[in-house]
């Protein structure tokens, strides 16, 4: 299992993704989950995937190879005109591979995969997307500006409460961590090192981007303090008075 989140702000997009991968609790691995292709002055995108591993670098790998021999049946991911239409494509392709497995005459539903989508093309808005394993889409919204996929539900209760589009990348930095690090202690297929990366509205560049370590300083201040928080928050609570009747 996996987590990983885009988030959509005022000022721009952030992205986050746990690294963990297993095929039962003694077979535990690293692998990055999050990509990027940018063209700086032209367009960044950025794609986040949870899911099965072997569908997932399928996927990357045939968008990367598509970058180096474009055809009119395989356009790159360079030349699509619009975030609309490169999810399109992104669609296209985890449909296409994940029916090759099903012709393969496997079960297509252990090879599913989701995918967060977002970036920016010269000309437009930036976007995020959520595709899903049959290659159809939505799009954030006001009412939904995040995303998020894999072991998703200890970690939203936080966003869905903090979440402000007008934070800057730095508050939501610190939204993720507590978000991600709840995730963390509730569930072990999610694990660090996290991956963050930041885009700035317009700016067509590629933005900051770090790889948080297990030890990171500021990830254990966040922990720490999230979690004598919640306790103080708790212990503030009025007791709950046993009323007995008459």
């Given amino acids: 299992m996996t987590y990983c989140v ?33 063209k700086s002055g032209d367009r960044v995108i950025t794609l986040l995937s949870s899911g099965n591993l072997a569908t997932t670098q399928a996927v990357i790998s045939i968008l990367n190879e598509r970058t180096k021999q474009p055809s009119e049946r395989a356009p790159s991911i360079y030349e699509m005109p619009s975030m609309f239409q490169t999810a399109r494509l992104v669609g296209d392709t985890i449909r296409s591979v994940i029916h090759e497995v099903d012709s393969a005459g496997q079960r297509a539903d252990s090879f599913g995969a989701s995918i967060i989508l977002g970036g920016q093309i010269k000309g437009g808005d930036p976007r995020l997307f959520l595709i899903y394993p049959e290659g159809n889409f939505i799009e954030s919204t006001p009412d939904t500006p995040f995303f998020q996929i894999g072991e998703h539900k200890y970690g939203k209760p936080i966003l869905v409460r903090s979440y402000d589009p007008a934070m800057t990348f730095e508050e939501a930095t610190k939204l993720l961590l507590v978000s991600f690090d709840s995730t963390l202690k509730s569930n072990l297929s999610v694990g660090l090192p996290l991956d963050l990366q930041f885009y700035e509205s317009d700016s067509l560049k590629l933005g900051f981007e770090k790889r948080i370590e297990r030890h990171d300083p500021y990830y254990e201040i966040v922990s720490e303090g999230w979690s004598q928080a919640l306790k103080l928050a708790f212990q503030s609570l009025p007791p709950f008075e046993i009323k007995t009747g008459n």
Avoid: H, P, Q
Avoid at 14 to 33: E, H, L, P, Y
């Fill in 6 to 38: 885009g988030l959509k702000l005022d000022r721009g997009l952030v992205f986050m993704s746990d690294t963990r991968t297993n095929a039962g609790v003694d077979n535990i691995s690293t692998f990055k989950k999050m990509y990027t292709w940018a």
